[in-house]
């Protein structure tokens, strides 16, 4: 990816932030592969999945993705049975992790969020993924507090982020804001809903290309505090 999007460039500092959860703020991948590796045992013994487990690939790949569309590709052609039941299996071994005090977020996330918010700047989740699992990574994270909203398209059961934000917009009656994330639905997300987006381009299994449209692309969750011309 081109230099050319990156933090030489300075935006009108923002009311507020939307931030993305996996693969933005969370380190995702610190507690999914070993959840999914016990969801695809447990639709075995069930009698849900029979053959060994698909690649991790598919998983890593589809993080930020609505967790139906996940599913589809880590389970080509499987039952809505199937899918359904992985959800749920999924939430419960993701949710035994983090209270386990397992996974992680990135460097500089919990300090960074901190300072803009001294700055003024509101602060907000929008994830595709499932309400449980994204209000208990901000609590274990110690990073709840930080937060005035923490939306999810399984509370607000949105079919696509534009919306989600859509409506977290309308919501808190925000009237400019940064997208910050990591995917090509978060900057859908962003430019559908009028806001600047900020591309992070720092996870393990990163977006590449899905990001050519953000305004700026940070290589550190921490250069956000550079970005603002104020």
Not at 9 to 14: E, F, G, M, Q, S
Not at 30 to 49: K, N, Q, T
Not at 188 to 196: C, F, I, M, R, T
Request: proline share 3%; glycine share 10%.
């Amino acid at each position: 990816m081109s230099d050319r999007k990156e933090t030489n460039k300075k935006l009108p500092r923002p009311e507020a932030m939307i931030f993305d959860m996996d693969g933005t703020l969370f380190r995702t991948e610190s507690i999914v592969v070993e959840a999914y590796h016990r969801v695809c045992d447990d639709l075995r013994a069930e009698g849900l999945l029979t053959g060994e487990n698909p690649p991790d690939e598919r998983i890593l790949g589809g993080l930020g993705m609505l967790l139906e569309e996940v599913w589809q590709r880590v389970f080509p052609g499987s039952s809505q049975q199937l899918r359904e039941r992985a959800n749920a299996l999924l939430l419960q071994h993701q949710i035994a992790s983090l209270e386990k005090g397992a996974g992680e977020l990135y460097p500089g996330v919990k300090e960074t969020l901190a300072k803009l918010k001294e700055r003024g700047i509101r602060l907000f989740v929008a994830s595709n993924g499932l309400e449980d699992y994204v209000k208990l990574v901000a609590k274990h994270q110690g990073v709840a507090d930080l937060f005035e909203g923490l939306y999810s398209a399984g509370e607000y059961g949105t079919r696509s982020k534009v919306e989600l934000v859509a409506l977290l917009l309308h919501n808190h009656g925000v009237r400019s804001a940064w997208m910050v994330g990591d995917r090509s639905s978060d900057v859908e997300a962003g430019k559908k809903n009028g806001l600047a987006v900020i591309g992070c381009d720092y996870a393990d299994f990163g977006a590449g290309e899905e990001l050519a449209a953000a305004d700026i692309v940070i290589k550190h969750f921490s250069q956000l505090l550079e970005l603002d011309g104020d």
